[in-house]
């Protein structure tokens, strides 16, 4: 996908060496190929997250958006994954703009920091996306939890009457859900 970060990616071993089977009058024996004794790993990148995936992503989340301010939401191809724009006022950086982070969200696979840039385009953006945007955008970034030990997430923004939740649910297709403070 287009979207991975090599940091973001979780790898599993696969082994890939060849096993011969023989049978030695009643008994069958196993011999390694010729390539070599050892096992060779593969890996494999995960396509889902689990509830520790997503446990470790909140609380990296926590230390890089907590307190920040989002400036913007951009939804992608799919209508299902959407790209957070958060800036941090006050910390300038060499460029004279505060520090810039996004953050992807993808109802139903994953969530994580990127730094995929998002080419310009011409279409208006869904109306889900301008209901986010007009409760959501300049608002700070308050609070991220796990919901329980569920895959799901809750990204608090605003406070008081003008508080809102977006929450990420990560199972099955997902969904991304607005709420109010209620």
Not at 1 to 25: E, L, N, Q
Not at 39 to 65: G, I, W, Y
Request: proline residues 2%.
């Amino acid at each position: 996908s287009r979207f991975t970060d090599p940091i973001h990616m979780v790898h599993t071993a696969v082994c890939v060496c060849s096993v011969k089977m023989t049978r030695t009058g009643s008994r069958v024996r196993r011999s390694r190929s010729a390539r070599g004794s050892a096992c060779r790993p593969r890996t494999m990148p995960k396509q889902k997250f689990n509830t520790f995936d997503v446990a470790a992503e909140v609380a990296e989340l926590r230390r890089k958006v907590l307190g920040t301010w989002l400036t913007n939401i951009y939804d992608l191809d799919d209508k299902r994954t959407f790209l957070l724009k958060f800036s941090r006022s006050g910390g300038q950086t060499e460029s004279g703009e505060g520090e810039k982070t996004t953050v992807l969200l993808e109802s139903g696979a994953r969530f994580h920091t990127t730094s995929y840039a998002r080419e310009r385009r011409a279409d208006a953006p869904s109306k889900f996306n301008m209901k986010l945007r007009m409760h959501l955008r300049g608002k700070r970034c308050n609070g991220i939890d796990q919901l329980g030990a569920d895959r799901a997430v809750d990204f608090t923004f605003g406070a008081g009457d003008t508080e809102h939740h977006l929450i990420l649910e990560l199972y099955a297709q997902g969904n991304v859900v607005l709420c109010d403070a209620d």
